[in-house]
């Protein structure tokens, strides 16, 4: 299905959740650097917290963006093992991922928790990924459309028009995380229009059609073409093929 893309530099963002350590990470990005090429798309490393700094390094002056996998919602205070907005910042990240699926299963974060993280990283500068999806037992229940409002509602309750532009929204169907299944690009399709319509309703339409929606599920070099031709699909979330250089610099050479 051809479909005329709407025109904005697509995302591609590498998650690579609880993985690598710094000689890993030296050796990804200096392979990576082999094969890069900016060419009017943005590409994000989202490596784990200990990385941040280190990576920051590394990806100077490559036209790499830097961002965390999550962080609270408070600047400091009595959260052992949490990381805060000040110190993704200071780490030198413009992004940051919050409500990705797995934080959701399993630390039980609902949309009233992210939410309070979406507003945290926008007053301080930072764009957030904000991530939704439904499970495999709510797509079989035919209520897909109903779980992408209702969070994609809740997440941004009280932020305004001016503050929403700074926000990615990526959608990840929790069913293809992780499992080798993938939504096919005219299913995805379908969800991505439905969030921009949603956020036209929110924000009007003027707003809604240039805010990145990006889509993440097994998202792989032989799917990530089709998919990223797909109108309202402006980039990819990567888990898993992230973490292989030439994998990723293959995704992001298909944007």
């Known amino acids: 299905m051809k479909s005329t893309r709407i025109k904005m530099n697509p995302l591609i963002a590498a998650n690579w959740k609880m993985n690598k350590g710094i000689k890993e990470a030296d050796s990804f990005i200096k392979e990576f650097r082999g ?3 900016a060419n009017n798309k943005e590409v994000v490393i989202c490596p784990p917290s200990t990385l941040l700094p280190y990576i920051s390094g590394l990806i100077k002056n490559m036209g790499i963006k830097l961002g965390a996998q999550n962080m609270h919602f408070e600047d400091k205070g009595a959260f052992t093992g949490e990381i805060s907005p000040l110190m993704v910042k ?4 413009e992004y940051v991922i919050l409500g990705h699926s797995e934080r959701r299963q399993h630390f039980n974060e609902n949309d009233e928790l992210i939410n309070k993280k979406v ?5 301080h500068g930072l764009k957030p990924i904000l991530c939704i999806g439904e499970t495999l037992e709510q797509r079989e229940s035919n209520i897909t459309i109903k779980i992408i409002k209702s969070q994609l509602t809740e997440c941004l309750k009280n932020i305004n028009e001016n503050e929403v532009r700074a926000i990615v929204v990526a959608y990840e169907p929790v069913w293809a995380i992780g499992t080798g299944k993938n939504a096919t690009p005219e299913q995805a399709q379908e969800v991505h229009a439905c969030i921009r319509k949603q956020l036209g309703e929110l924000y009007g339409n003027a707003i809604a059609s240039k805010i990145r929606i990006i889509y993440g599920g097994s998202v792989k070099p032989e799917n990530s073409k089709e998919l990223l031709s797909m109108k309202d699909i402006n980039g990819a979330l990567v888990g898993g093929a992230s973490l292989d250089a030439k994998s990723f610099a293959d995704i992001c050479s298909s944007a």
Request: charged share 25%; aromatic share 16%; hydrophobic share 40%.
């Open 35 to 37: 094969y890069f090429k």
């Open 90 to 93: 200071d780490a030198g990240c």
């Open 119 to 123: 507003k945290a990283a926008l007053n």
